[in-house]
């Protein structure tokens, strides 16, 4: 087994040009493999000559501390060995350090993608892997179906001390967070973000910045994240999405993300910081 610590550094790659002896994390019903310690499993391949697991196929990830590293998925007649559970991905949140989170993620994403393209939708046939990209293929019009990403935008709006929190209908008990949405086809993610806050609260902003990005699995999105101020109007939740929205002073904030878990808690963590220096 490799041993888990904040020292790991992931290389998400697409062809593996080493040598070295890989190493393996494993996939049932986009659920991982882990101790019932919760603690995450990573097994070389000695771990894995004398288990009764079996295994699909295996999906080249990239480089985990310069080892090769590959995705194994179970197959649904396989018993989970009896030191182990399978534990879904957001149960791992803030519990792995960044670079294996970095690697579930690419693992979830890339399993979804392959399960979701075995066959042409031109044609029907069954597709294939292609031999030197990632992306399965199929004759029928030389198709290539690479892997997709759904890029959105995630957004902390601001009016001097008070910060624009939201109320998701799926969110638990006091917990509220910024706002975010998906970027439509044709459109830039400025406009995403006009479009988004005022169709959620009926709020316009100006003053847009970049701030950053982060992978979220949950599933195949790429969220842009940006801080922006208030412009006008009054928060109206549009009653389907968001229940309840409203401003809150920077002092005073109820239950929210935490930044080593989501861009939405780096984005407030970020702005509590420029407040208080």
Not at 54 to 80: M, R, W
Not at 108 to 133: P, V, Y
Not at 225 to 253: Q, R, T
Request: aromatic share 10%; net charge negative.
């Amino acid at each position: 087994m490799i041993s888990i610590d904040n020292n790991l550094v992931f290389t998400p790659e697409n062809i593996n040009t080493s040598s070295d002896s890989p190493v393996t994390i494993i996939l049932k019903n986009q659920e991982f493999l882990t101790s019932k310690a919760s603690e995450f499993l990573i097994y070389e391949n000695d771990d894995l000559k004398w288990s009764e697991m079996q295994f699909k196929e295996k999906e080249f990830i990239g480089y985990l501390n310069n080892k090769p590293c590959f995705v194994s998925e179970l197959t649904d007649e396989s018993i989970v060995s009896k030191d182990a559970v399978l534990t879904p991905l957001r149960n791992l949140l803030g519990r792995i350090p960044d670079a294996l989170f970095t690697l579930c993620s690419r693992s979830i994403q890339l399993s979804d993608w392959k399960r979701n393209n075995q066959f042409c939708g031109m044609c029907g046939s069954r597709m294939i892997k292609h031999a030197t990209e990632r992306a399965m293929y199929c004759e029928c019009n030389n198709l290539m179906i690479y892997p997709r990403i759904s890029p959105c935008i995630i957004v902390l709006v601001t009016k001097g001390e008070e910060i624009l929190l939201a109320h998701n209908k799926n969110f638990p008990g006091n917990f509220y967070s910024t706002l975010a949405g998906f970027i439509e086809a044709g459109e830039s993610a400025e406009s995403a973000i006009h479009r988004e806050i005022y169709e959620e609260v009926k709020v316009s902003v100006k003053n847009i910045n970049y701030f950053g990005s982060q992978s979220w699995p949950f599933p195949s999105q790429l969220m842009l994240g940006y801080h922006a101020e208030y412009s006008e109007g009054e928060i109206k939740p549009d009653g389907v999405e968001i229940d309840k929205a409203d401003w809150f002073n920077y002092k005073n904030l109820p239950q929210v993300p935490t930044g080593n878990i989501s861009i939405s808690g780096q984005l407030i963590e970020s702005y509590l910081k420029k407040m208080s220096s």
